[in-house]
């Protein structure tokens, strides 16, 4: 089972239940115009931690209609932050979001020890991509969170994929390896980890998935290049995760896909007690709204 369109985010998320989305600091034109049409399409209902003339003034120049939404009046962007993370936390709002407030003030308050979201897990991002030429939808990870993971990381950015996609609803994802190269190099540090972690698949250390590595990209993906290779594998060519060797990768891999491949993309942070929806300022409307939705959808599983 795989997914041909990340249009399946939109239906499921606006399927059942209703999931209440706390964001913090929505002062830009794509993240409140993102979450006035989640609201529309009713993925989400969203509480916005933030300045309230500033919300209201970037609403008018959308011409959106904010005089229904749930608004919180905190001008101070970090003091938002906490107030969303709390408002998760105790139970008020189902999943969190991002605003116009720096990364690292949002995660310090989503790792707090007396009212954030730990979980004992590592926090991973897990990129969904969909590109024009590649009738399905890919996970990339981890391209926003982990730099430079070991191997202990990355059997926890495999297992926090894995559970997303047994939250989508496919039991089995096959997990990509990747490096430069197919075979093991010494001289290679991430081949090496690959080698490992697949192993430890096999032997039942990692559950739930079939993890194989490593794994060049176009192998990965392409049952044809991993015929031209000679690769026996139950991964490659049919790979459903894709696991990046360090947030370089990740971060130049994903935006090629978003930039340069016409791709679209939603992105969570995954591994607290509730989802986080983190995007790039630089993202676009439909970006974020895809993200939202994604991040819905593991909130109702």
């Given at each position: 089972?795989?997914?041909?369109?990340?249009?399946?985010?939109?239906?499921?998320?606006?399927?059942?239940?209703?999931?209440?989305?706390?964001?913090?600091?929505?002062?830009?034109?794509?993240?409140?115009?993102?979450?006035?049409?989640?609201?529309?399409?009713?993925?989400?209902?969203?509480i916005l931690y933030g300045d309230r003339s500033r919300i209201e003034?970037?609403?008018?120049?959308?011409?959106?209609?904010?005089?229904?939404?749930?608004?919180?009046?905190?001008?101070?962007?970090?003091?938002?932050?906490?107030?969303?993370?709390?408002?998760?936390?105790?139970?008020?709002?189902?999943?969190?979001?991002?605003?116009?407030?720096?990364?690292?003030?949002?995660?310090?308050?989503?790792?707090?020890?007396?009212?954030?979201?730990?979980?004992?897990?590592?926090?991973?991002?897990?990129?969904?991509?969909?590109?024009?030429?590649?009738?399905?939808?890919?996970?990339?990870?981890?391209?926003?969170?982990?730099?430079?993971?070991?191997?202990?990381?990355?059997?926890?950015?495999?297992?926090?994929?894995?559970?997303?996609?047994?939250?989508?609803?496919?039991?089995?994802?096959?997990?990509?390896?990747?490096?430069?190269?197919?075979?093991?190099?010494?001289?290679?540090?991430?081949?090496?980890?690959?080698?490992?972690?697949?192993?430890?698949?096999?032997?039942?250390?990692?559950?739930?998935?079939?993890?194989?590595?490593?794994?060049?990209?176009?192998?990965?993906?392409?049952?044809?290049?991993?015929?031209?290779?000679?690769?026996?594998?139950?991964?490659?060519?049919?790979?459903?995760?894709?696991?990046?060797?360090?947030?370089?990768?990740?971060?130049?891999?994903?935006?090629?896909?978003?930039?340069?491949?016409?791709?679209?993309?939603?992105?969570?942070?995954?591994?607290?007690?509730?989802?986080?929806?983190?995007?790039?300022?630089?993202?676009?409307?439909?970006?974020?709204?895809?993200?939202?939705?994604?991040?819905?959808?593991?909130?109702?599983?």
């Open positions: 089972m795989s997914f041909e369109t990340l249009d399946f985010l939109l239906e499921r998320s606006q399927s059942g239940k209703t999931m209440v989305l706390a964001v913090a600091a929505p002062h830009g034109e794509d993240i409140l115009g993102a979450v006035a049409e989640a609201k529309e399409r009713g993925v989400v209902s969203p003034k970037i609403a008018s120049e959308l011409s959106i209609d904010v005089s229904s939404f749930n608004m919180v009046e905190e001008p101070d962007e970090g003091r938002a932050a906490e107030l969303a993370v709390k408002a998760v936390s105790s139970g008020e709002a189902d999943l969190l979001m991002k605003g116009n407030v720096k990364t690292a003030t949002l995660l310090k308050a989503v790792l707090n020890k007396e009212w954030g979201l730990r979980s004992g897990s590592l926090l991973s991002h897990v990129f969904l991509f969909q590109i024009p030429k590649i009738g399905k939808v890919f996970c990339m990870t981890d391209g926003g969170m982990s730099m430079y993971p070991d191997l202990a990381a990355k059997q926890g950015i495999i297992e926090n994929a894995v559970e997303c996609y047994h939250k989508l609803g496919i039991q089995c994802p096959r997990v990509a390896l990747l490096a430069a190269v197919e075979v093991v190099n010494q001289d290679m540090p991430c081949t090496i980890d690959a080698a490992a972690l697949t192993q430890m698949n096999r032997r039942g250390q990692i559950k739930g998935c079939i993890v194989d590595g490593p794994l060049a990209l176009d192998n990965a993906v392409s049952e044809e290049s991993a015929r031209h290779k000679g690769i026996v594998s139950e991964v490659a060519g049919k790979a459903d995760i894709l696991v990046v060797p360090d947030i370089e990768a990740g971060n130049l891999m994903g935006k090629v896909m978003l930039y340069m491949s016409g791709g679209r993309g939603a992105g969570v942070i995954v591994g607290a007690r509730k989802p986080i929806v983190l995007t790039s300022r630089f993202d676009n409307a439909e970006t974020k709204l895809l993200s939202i939705a994604f991040g819905a959808v593991l909130a109702k599983a």
